[in-house]
């Protein structure tokens, strides 16, 4: 059965064309024996994702998904010490490199129009969001038994992408009592 996960699905959307021309370009790859920019790109975006707080993390967590490393371009799941030593190695701009192309392929630029819509009402939108706090520092912002959060609810202004309304409540709601 296969099982392809949304890290999987998110990896596939990058253009490795673009990656594997900056990686001949700056030479990265050049004596490497096994673990590729390709694959630190893979651990470094997994450590992102997953919220990683150590590169054992990092390891573990992609060890774990061994059956589905191959969907993302990635041989084996790297050593801790492995990533260690290339996170000091590495040529960075390599990275750097990579995501100005793909925000430039994307169309992410600032000077491109926004969308108009044809709603002669003010839009606003929502967005609410718990915001994880350490409960010994902060112990009035209890969320459980031993995490502390708040609750942060904006409102935000399409035309002027200024808040219009923010409330910040403590992290419980009436499902998680």
């Known amino acids: 059965m296969l099982n ?10 990058l253009d490795r064309g673009i990656f594997n021309r900056l990686v001949d370009q700056r030479k990265t790859d050049k004596h490497q024996k096994g673990f590729t920019s390709w694959t630190h790109l893979v ?8 919220k990683s707080q150590s590169v054992r993390d990092i390891s573990n ?19 801790k010490s492995t990533i260690s030593y ?6 960075w701009e390599l990275f ?9 392929s994307l169309g992410q630029q600032a000077h491109l129009r926004r969308v108009k819509f044809k709603i002669k009402s003010k839009i606003f939108l929502l967005d609410s969001t718990t915001v994880s706090l350490c409960l010994s520092l ?19 202004d399409y035309d002027g992408n200024l808040p219009a309304y923010v409330n910040i409540t403590n992290g419980k709601t009436a499902d998680n009592k």
């Not at 392809?4 to 959307?13: P, R, V």
């Not at 750097?96 to 430039?104: G, T």
């Open 138 to 156: 902060f112990d009035w912002a209890k969320y459980k038994t031993a995490k502390g959060a708040i609750k942060m609810h904006t409102l935000l």
């Open 86 to 91: 290339q996170n000091k190695r590495r040529d």
């Open 96 to 104: 750097r490199d990579y995501y100005y192309s793909l925000l430039e």
């Open 4 to 13: 392809i996960t949304l890290f999987s699905q998110i990896i596939s959307k």
């Open 43 to 50: 651990s470094m975006l997994f450590c992102q994702f997953a």
């Open 61 to 79: 967590g992609l060890r774990s998904a061994t059956g589905n490393l191959n969907h993302m371009g990635v041989e084996r799941a790297p050593s």
